[in-house]
């Protein structure tokens, strides 16, 4: 089996001939160079664990060949679906409340109500995302094809609902936007913080929630959720670029060089949160958005104004009384009261969060804090444990191992 340099090094004078075969092949350089770009990655993946293959240009030869042919036929959906929603425009007979979008048209669709969440996940980034079905399983760590049985029983439901691509009428928008946001908070959420896998984040989700959040916000440009959702999402991406060490261990937000911070994107996040943020009533994503610029505009970790971090996530806990609520109010009360005070409040919430792992995870930062060593190490490896995020099982497992190598 290859080593990682031995490895490294034949990827890199394979490189120009797979994509100059591809080029020659296609005529497409710039796809080609986007498909050799994913093979390459899948080779490097497949090759350390299973070894590389017996012709290994061959093998990623035929590898950037079929993403290269999933990309057309993506293109070539999408453009179908253009024009689908530019007849149904064309008939419309009475004036709706605001433009129609075919992004906006078809997010709305993706979350008919008779879908399952993962239905809607799914579907969304199939039909909107342009994803392909092996790269949706992929990122959810499912079999491709039950992925392919997932979105295909999703399509016939939607169908035998009556829906098409046609326009949604207004009514029909408003009740459902409440599931589109959430589903775009989902994919987001896969993409930055992978709940299980090999690898920290997946940016093609995280990216993509961006797009069509973005996308979704020209047609509506007055709804304030909406605006919030896409401010928190771009204040959490800019932190992306400091979420890893030089090893790829996972950093934690307060150990983060925020100089590595993508200000651009804090600054365009707080102006748009700036603009919705007094209209009442107070939205779930909007509150998170708060939170999240009050770390990002903080320069120094020491400077976090926690007292107002606390009074968000504990005006978030009576609108949303989400997991990630009631976690972060325990730690935010931990930063102002102290982690004997974060530790009351977390052994409040054992019964309804004690089998998850960011339960453990909060509860050991609270103890190492605390000063009770031994009983940080066991929470820090129960969260390890129980976390299929191989980064996030790392990153506590060296907790662990830190404190149980350190002297009484």
Known sequence: MATPDRLEALLRELLPQVLGALTRRTGDFDRSEDAVSEAMLAAARQWRAEGVPADPRAWLVTVASRRLTDMWRSESARRRREVQVAEAEARLTAPVEYAADDTADLLFLCCHPDLSPASRVALTLRAVGGLTTAEIAAAFLVPADTMTRRISRAKQTVAAAG????VLDAATRSERLPSVLRVLYL????????????????????????????????????????????????LTDARRPARLDGDGGLVPLEAQDRRLWRRELVDEGVAILTGVLPRPPAGPYRLQAAIAAVHDEAELARDTDWPQILGLYRFLERVDPSPMAQLGRVVALAMVEGPRAGLAACEELAGELGGHHRWFAVRAHLLEDAGETQAAVRAYREA?????????????????????????
């Open 187 to 234: 994919i987001f959420n896969e993409g930055y913080s992978a709940a299980a896998g090999a690898e920290l984040a997946r940016v093609e989700l995280s990216g993509e929630a961006i797009r069509l959040t973005r996308r979704l916000r020209e047609s509506l440009p007055d709804q304030p959720e909406l605006a919030g959702l896409l401010a928190l999402m771009l």
């Open 163 to 166: 829906g098409g691509f046609g």
């Open 384 to 408: 390890a444990q129980r976390t299929a995020s191989l980064p996030e099982r790392d990153y506590l497992t060296r907790r662990a191992d830190r404190l149980s190598a350190a002297p009484d």
